[in-house]
T-cell receptor
C-alpha cells in the first residue's frame, strides 16, 4: 500500500542553521505531495505542495522538490529561526484514486535554539 | 475568510458513552475530511465527504461514523467509547476535493476517554 517515511526526530538546530528533513514515499501512480506543519496546541497548516514530478513547492523560505526517480520530497530551509520550531509532516494523496485522502508520515519534531 | 472551525475544542467522556464532534468548513468548500491523531499511531484518515456523499473511508471500526449536511458542515460520531479513542480529531476542508487540492485543517477536538 501507499506509505510515507520521514526521518526520525527530534532534530535540534541552532538559529540560522540549514535544515533538511528527509521524506520518501511509496505509491502507485502519480501522487500529490505535501508538507504540513503543526505548532503546539494547533491543527495542521499547509506549508507547501507539489503535484507532479520535478515540481518545486516553496513557502516562507521552505522548499521541497518532487523527485519521482528517488521517490522523495525532502524539506529544506536555508536559515531556520526559533519560530520554526514545530512538528513537520510529509503527506501524499491521490496516487490511484480520485480522493483527497492524505497519508501522513510519522512527523519530525524540529527544535531551534537561539 | 474564517478558517475551519471545530466544536467542542475539548471533551471528556467515559467508556461506553458516545460523542458527536462538529466541523464547519471554510465558506465555499464542499469537501470535508476527518483524521485521528494519536502519539502511537500518528495521523490516520477516518472519512472524506463531498457534497453530502462519503467518498472514502479509513480502516476504523463501525463505531466511527460521519455525515455531511447540505451546507457542507460535517459531524462525526463515535459510539461505545473505548480508552483507545482518546485522541485529537482533526477536520479538514477543501474547495473541490480530489487529490490535487490542498486541505485546510481546523484546530481539532481533543477527546479524552476515562
Amino acid at each position: 500500500g501507499n506509505s510515507v517515511t520521514q526521518m526520525e526526530g527530534p532534530v535540534t538546530l541552532s538559529e540560522e542553521a540549514f535544515l533538511t528533513i528527509n521524506c520518501t514515499y511509496t505509491a502507485t501512480g502519480y501522487p500529490s505531495l505535501f508538507w504540513y506543519v503543526q505548532y503546539p496546541g494547533e491543527g495542521l497548516q499547509l506549508l507547501l505542495k507539489a503535484t507532479k514530478a520535478d515540481d518545486k513547492g516553496s513557502n516562507k523560505g521552505f522548499e521541497a522538490t518532487y523527485r519521482k526517480e528517488t521517490t522523495s520530497f525532502h524539506l529544506e530551509k536555508g536559515s531556520v529561526q526559533v519560530s520554526d520550531s514545530a512538528v513537520y509532516f510529509c503527506a501524499l494523496s491521490g496516487s490511484s484514486s480520485n480522493t483527497g485522502k492524505l497519508i501522513f508520515g510519522q512527523g519530525t519534531t524540529l527544535q531551534v535554539k537561539p | 475568510k474564517a478558517g475551519v472551525t471545530q466544536t467542542p475544542r475539548y471533551l471528556i467522556k467515559t467508556r461506553g458513552q458516545q460523542v458527536t464532534l462538529s466541523c464547519s468548513p471554510i465558506s465555499g468548500h464542499r469537501s470535508v475530511s476527518w483524521y485521528q491523531q494519536t502519539p502511537g499511531q500518528g495521523l490516520q484518515f477516518l472519512f472524506e465527504y463531498f457534497s453530502e456523499t462519503q467518498r472514502n473511508k479509513g480502516n476504523f471500526p463501525g463505531r466511527f461514523s460521519g455525515r455531511q449536511f447540505s451546507n457542507s458542515r460535517s459531524e462525526m460520531n463515535v459510539s461505545t467509547l473505548e480508552l483507545g479513542d482518546s485522541a485529537l480529531y482533526l477536520c479538514a476542508s477543501g474547495p473541490r476535493g480530489g487529490p490535487y487540492n490542498e486541505q485546510f485543517f481546523g484546530p481539532g477536538t481533543r477527546l479524552t476517554v476515562l
